[in-house]
């Protein structure tokens, strides 16, 4: 491997990154938009929802990006491929991330919100205040695997032509006929990307835990 | 659309043979990770450090890789090793090896959360070594990971749709084959979609009679 072949393959985690945190970006506060509508459980959009996420999670990124890039066309909506994979990540992150904001909101207690109620704050006061710094505390562990879950789908793309890790990892291996090197290279780049992620979450629990003593 | 749909119903034995394609890769690979990696757990549980390091960090390097980055590396790797193997092989050995190591680590997971008394129950009933493992602890071990192990085999059935890369013909490479000849992306990859969702929801209802069996059993 060359210093060129070298470049493709920081070019490739470039991308790999960039479409991922594109992805949880979008995905984490979509994820809790969909999942307040179905804790509130209104009516019609909440067991719309509850369809969409179970189809979604079960949805192959590489089929799901199919359809997103080859489908969307045919309906008058021209799509690249970067935006069309960045669309396939976040659907499929949003759906899982609503399953776990869900979960929290649930296992949220009664007592809590009925005690703000009676100090007279409003339902966005609440939730502001009240529900979401302590749901993203319970839920932050599952959010984060769910993020290196994320990473690891994310090659999915590769059949939309967008070049990202592995891609740029099999086009090194298809030039220099040693796929094996770019192939190990790839492995050591992903493991560093999943380790920084629980590298964060870690950061993040340990400042807050250093909050709360203080 | 709706010649769409009559044209994709003309060619439905192209989406079912991808269909039972998925389902026997998925089904093959999750009983072989399955029995693999029981025996992997037991080699992460090992009391000597050195097994117990090595097949521990196996595990943690696999549940890093991208599984196509895997899959990939079987398909290049196994002929520079003289192994040459059809794609179909190629694949599910990939998924078969990849699973195998997530396997591992969800038994072991429910392993660690065994009761002690049940292990001292069966030394003091005479059973050691394999058939401790075999009779006494495995059973409750799998038992008790059921939920988990679902999930894991609705991540099989996902990841199985990379294989359409290197060619191998299962859901997502049948519905391509469709949309690239008669020109229907919309009907075929929403009908592969919605096969994988019918696959997907089959192995939660199965997990809950499983989860409801075991209970009635307890």
Known sequence: ?214 | MTTGLAILWEHRDLLIDGFLTTLWLAALSALASLALGSLLAIALMARRPMVARASGALVDAMRCVPFLLFAYIIYYGLPSLGLRFSNWSSGLFALIVYNTAYMAELLRGAWRGLPVEMIEAGHAFGFHGIRLVRRIILPPVILAAVPMLGNQVIQIIKDSAFLTIIAVEELTHAATVIQQTYFLPFASFVSALLLYWVLCVGVEQLVRRVGAHAEARR
């Open chain 1, 1 to 214: 491997m060359g210093p060129g072949d070298w470049l493709s393959l920081a070019q490739g985690a470039l991308v790999t990154v960039a479409l991922s945190l594109a992805a949880i970006a979008i995905g984490l506060p979509l994820g809790l938009a969909l999942a307040l509508v179905r804790w509130r459980g209104v009516p019609y959009a909440s067991p719309a929802i509850a369809t969409l996420v179970s189809l979604l999670r079960a949805a192959p990124g590489v089929t799901l990006g199919l359809l997103i890039f080859f489908a969307l066309p045919t309906v008058g909506i021209s799509i690249e491929a970067i935006p069309a994979a960045i669309v396939t990540l976040t659907l499929i992150t949003a759906a899982f991330d609503c399953e776990i904001w869900r979960g929290a909101l649930v296992d949220f207690p009664r007592d809590q919100l009925e005690a703000a109620q009676s100090v007279g704050m409003t339902a966005g006061t609440r939730l502001r205040l009240i529900v979401l710094p302590q749901i993203l505390r319970s839920a932050l562990p599952a959010l984060v695997n769910e993020m290196t879950l994320l990473v690891k789908a994310s090659p999915a793309v590769a059949v939309l032509g967008v070049v990202d890790i592995t891609r740029a990892a099999v086009r090194i291996g298809a030039n220099t006929y040693e796929p094996l090197p770019p192939f190990s290279a790839a492995l050591v780049i992903y493991s560093l990307v999943v380790f920084l992620f629980v590298l964060a979450q870690r950061l993040v629990e340990r400042r807050r835990r250093a909050a709360e003593v203080a």
